[in-house]
């Protein structure tokens, strides 16, 4: 789909870019390889509130991208304090994770206006500006109070809050205003936009059904609200799949792994990706099944993350001895029975995992949509292999073929994972992952990009009769408004 976006602005957390010893490099991740080439073209700006001033401010780039000049105490705050110790753990249902400080609200604010001033400062007369997640939730409405002439974009990448946990945000009600100052807002599925509509109920703001999509009017405008599901660069993992090179790869990984059944994992280290859990599923299998002692190897590829956040810091010392326990039950001196990757892979080297893995373990507690499940599924060349999903990860709407299980079910969890690692394959798994690799390549995250913005334009657009209609609003589910 062709879109104008002349000038496009992108405004999100990290910036597309970052300085290694060997120089500026593309940033890793599907949605910067979407949003790249429609930068170029667009020669756009993109500003970054989290990013390495350094890798920006720079002529090398094809664009322009702007970090912003944030004290640092304010970017900790935002970043570690409201986004990942308050928003992230919320809308996963961590609520005993959450810590709410009025400091870090206000650096959340501060952050938002200043990233809405620079996107206000760059976006050309009538322009485009897409805003992206959790961290920047404000954006949307203080840009549009400093430039009404914009069209303006939102996604939020992680699943929309329960209304029952966010009633417990103190500044729930300016999150959802803030969101609403877009002209369309994505979400990944159905399922987090009737959360959303939760919380207008709640809220007692006005909207209309307008079938899966749901419209806010907001005076001369009106805000839509759509499930979008994102996906992954098809094309750029088929090739890999294909590549000769990451194919021998793959088989000297299996043979150093002792040719046996290899289980694959890769995650951020983060409590909501079900580590432990899996882990601990993993050596109860150990502990009744003796072919999986003797064959099946589980390899977790666990990428460092926000190690400034305390919960973090704990769960990968949680991960590192439950690991060391199940080496120390049923290691020996041929045999590991789990492997686990401390780092972060690049897409080559995760590539020749991919291939070599008999199945995918994706097994988090709570995930916005999960992107390691349509990478495994993408990197394959053959319909062979099997996908274990959360019905708890958004991926699990889409990819309703694969495996799924329930991660917070014990010994459910730990059948599901004996009956991928061992059970002989049969036509109907070969049917399941064909189906699978086709759902996966219609959503590319190529498309979803020019169809998020194209229907973005569409929106700005379109007249709805709008008929303003009084919602639900009990007295005793009002979420406080206090800052
Ligand atoms: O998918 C949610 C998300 O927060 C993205 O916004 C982000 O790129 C990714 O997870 C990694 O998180 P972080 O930027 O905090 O390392």
């Known amino acids: 789909m062709k879109t104008r976006s002349p000038r496009l602005v992108i405004v999100s957390a990290r910036a597309p870019f970052v300085r290694t010893g060997s120089g500026i490099v593309r940033a890793p991740g599907g949605l910067i390889s979407a949003l790249l080439p429609l930068m170029r073209r667009s020669r756009g700006t993109w500003i ?3 990013a390495d001033r350094e890798a920006c401010d720079t002529s090398e780039l094809p664009f322009r991208v702007r970090a912003l000049a944030l004290p640092s105490e304010i970017r900790s705050a935002w970043y570690a304090g409201a986004s990942n110790g308050a928003l992230w753990p919320l809308s996963h249902g961590f609520g005993e ?9 206000r650096a959340y604010f501060e952050v938002c206006r200043a990233a809405a001033d620079a996107a206000a400062e760059y976006a050309l007369p009538g322009g485009v500006v897409w805003v992206h997640d959790y961290q920047l939730a404000l954006v949307p409405a203080l840009l549009r109070a400093r430039r009404p002439d914009l069209t303006i974009g939102f996604f939020w990448h992680i699943p929309w809050p329960a209304s029952d946990s966010l009633r417990v945000l103190p500044w729930a009600s300016e999150l959802i205003e803030g969101v609403l100052g877009a002209d369309l807002v994505g979400l990944h599925v159905p399922r987090y936009v009737r959360a959303f509509r939760d919380a207008l109920d709640e809220l007692g703001i006005a909207y209309v059904n307008d079938g899966e999509s749901i419209v806010v009017p907001r005076g001369a405008r009106h805000t839509r609200i759509e499930a979008w599901p994102i996906g992954v660069d098809v094309d750029g993992w088929a090739s890999l799949g294909r590549d000769e090179t990451v194919a021998a790869e793959a088989a000297r990984i299996t043979a150093d792994l002792g040719g046996g059944r290899v289980l694959l994992s890769v995650d951020r280290m983060d409590y909501a990706k079900g580590i432990v859990e899996r882990l601990e599923a993993f050596e109860r299998l150990l502990e009744q099944n003796a072919e999986a002692r003797e064959r099946v190897t589980l390899v977790q590829i666990g990428v460092p993350s926000r190690e400034t956040v305390p919960a973090y810091r704990e769960l990968r010392q949680r991960i590192e001895a439950t690991v060391g326990r199940i080496q120390g039950r049923f290691g020996g001196p041929r045999r590991k029975p789990v492997h686990l990757f401390a780092r972060t892979f690049d897409s080559t080297e995760l590539a020749a995992y991919y291939l070599a893995a008999d199945a995918a373990i994706v097994t988090p507690k709570r995930d916005g949509m999960n992107l390691v499940a349509f990478e495994y599924v993408a990197t394959r060349p053959r319909p062979n292999g099997r996908l274990l999903l959360s019905t708890t990860a958004g991926a699990a709407d889409v990819l309703t073929e694969a495996h799924l299980v329930n991660p917070y079910d014990e010994e459910g969890l730990t ?12 036509a109907s798994d070969i049917a399941r992952m064909a189906a699978l690799q086709a759902r996966v390549s219609q959503l590319s995250v190529e498309t979803w990009a020019s169809g998020f913005l194209a229907r973005l334009e569409q929106v700005t657009e379109e007249r709805v009769p709008v008929r303003a209609q009084e919602t639900r609003l009990a007295a005793s589910a009002r979420v406080t408004r206090a800052r």
């Open 415 to 426: 059948s599901a994972i004996e009956d991928v690692a061992l059970a002989p394959e049969t």
């Open 48 to 50: 970054a509130t989290g």
């Open 97 to 105: 994770v959450c810590r709410f400080r009025a400091e870090q609200a």
